[in-house]
């Protein structure tokens, strides 16, 4: 091969490798910066993008870094847990899975301290075959891939949102999340999963959202 053409294919080579590079540094990066990296995970549709947006109308942290929204994909927020300010990032607005389709979920989890895997709780409480199993295989996936990290996983909690969709919710808010909690495959999951807390709400107003995001709040250790 003459040597000019070798030069250019090198040097696209060369570049090709740093894009990589760089790119794969980003989740590190987040990781050094905020101890609490989270993962947003979920079916489609069940509310990841929404409680990102509503985390980043929370208090970010005012240190010099960049502000709650520096790209549309994630953000930064600070939470009252057990009455400390403790901040928290999501690097990335993770794309839904409806079945085994999760390449990007497997990175998110690696690289996060917490996981919060978002549900249809109207679903679950009406007992919705399709939803129970889809459940069962993601939780099957997170058991796999929390069983590679002895000691060491996220700490996972179930978020049921779209409870307003359950007939009851309106006037018995609390009995949609009784009848979540009781479901098997939400029993089963969190004993699986070591314990994982579960919460039931809603993002569909604002008044739901605050009081979804109060609960994930006092459940977070
Ligand atoms: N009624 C109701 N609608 C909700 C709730 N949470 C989210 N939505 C709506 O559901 C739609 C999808 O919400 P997203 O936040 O985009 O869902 P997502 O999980 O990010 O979806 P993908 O990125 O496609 O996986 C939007 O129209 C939201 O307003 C909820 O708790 N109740
Ligand atoms: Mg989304």
């Not at 980043?56 to 929204?69: F, M, N, T, W, Y």
């Not at 999340?177 to 314990?195: C, F, P, T």
Request: glycine fraction near 8%; proline fraction near 5%; aromatic fraction near 6%.
């Amino acid at each position: 091969m003459p040597l000019p053409l070798v030069i250019p294919i090198i040097a696209v080579a060369a570049a090709a490798l740093a894009g990589t590079a760089i790119f794969a540094a980003i989740p590190k990066i987040w990781k050094i910066l905020d101890k609490n990296t989270v993962a947003i995970l979920g079916a489609p549709q069940t509310g990841k993008t929404a409680l990102i947006r509503l985390l980043r109308d929370v208090d970010a942290p005012d240190d010099g870094l960049p502000s709650a929204v520096s790209g549309e994909d994630r953000g930064r927020f600070r939470l009252e847990v057990k009455d400390k300010a403790v901040d928290f990032a999501v690097p990335r607005d993770l794309p839904g899975s409806d079945g085994l389709n999760v390449a990007e979920w497997k990175d998110a989890f690696d690289d996060a301290d917490h996981v919060w895997y978002l549900f249809r709780a109207d679903l679950v409480a009406q007992d919705d075959a399709a939803t129970v199993q889809l459940l069962r295989t993601h939780f099957a996936l997170l058991r796999k891939w929390l069983s590679a990290k002895p000691g060491s996983g996220p700490k996972i909690l179930l978020v049921g949102t779209w409870a307003d969709e359950h007939s009851d919710y309106a006037r018995h808010a609390s009995r949609v999340a009784e009848k979540v909690m009781k479901a098997g495959v939400i029993k089963i999951g969190s004993v699986q999963l070591g314990g994982s807390p579960v919460v039931v709400g809603s993002l569909a107003t604002s008044r739901d959202a605050d009081r979804l995001l109060k609960g994930i709040k006092s459940r977070l250790q």
